[in-house]
């Protein structure tokens, strides 16, 4: 296949991927669908340098094992109120509270908290949505270690198909003073997760002091538009987007402490 053109993204979804229950081997399941997409559309292979695989966080969970059966949580009288007044289930709230680091906010029947990972977000990552068979009584939590998880996929589709494919695991985060979700970099292997543009200059020629491009949210961003919410489709390949092959943790990405004007 000819190289895109600059300014060129292609974004593919992956078809055919089952259910995930916890134990099954992800890696191979989506070596499978990758095969798939190669043969039915040979003019997208073979793989390339500046493939990217993004894969949402909700799978990972569920092969990992990383669910909450809901009927074993005795929420706290402080869960059952808060549910209480904003029509939430209390064991999920409950759940979020175990989960939780530090609770950021709780108000308005938002519960924003820090995750072990260092993460803010709402519920925690605790989630009820597309979790299987068993909805309404369980929910996914996110993967104890997503970097750890994005190595691992890497190194089983690196086994499998020969190609040292760059991984994120992406789940969906909301914003500060914007409305909307929109999906991020929860862990990766294989890339950089930032783009450190300072000291470098721009098209007029002007030094650039503070631009650092969030390369892995964009990609896992780009990446849920074809994925969406709906289709039963956990993964896709994002070409063209040319991130720096390397290792690093997705821990690079946070705002550290002292820098946090939201903490």
Known sequence: MVADPAGHLTVVALDGVPEITPGDDLAGLLGAAIERLLTA???FG??????????????????EGAIIDLTTIEPR?????????????????EVVLQEARRVVRMANG???????????????GVDASNVGPASGSVVTLLPVDPDRSAAGLRDGLRTRLGVDLPVIISDSFGRPWRWGIVDVAIGISGMLPLEDLRGTVDADGRTMSSTVRAVADEIATAAELTLGKIGGRPAAIVRGAHPTRGEATIRDALIPTEWDLFR
Request: proline share 9%.
């Open 110 to 124: 938002v519960l924003i908290t820090e995750t072990p990972h260092g993460f803010v977000c709402a519920n925690g």
């Open 46 to 63: 073979p793989l390339r340098g500046d493939d990217v695989l993004v894969v949402t966080q909700k799978v990972v969970s569920k092969s």
């Open 41 to 43: 559309e040979p003019g």
């Open 77 to 93: 009288p402080e869960a059952i109120a808060f549910a209480e007044q904003w029509q939430r289930d209390p064991r999920q709230v």
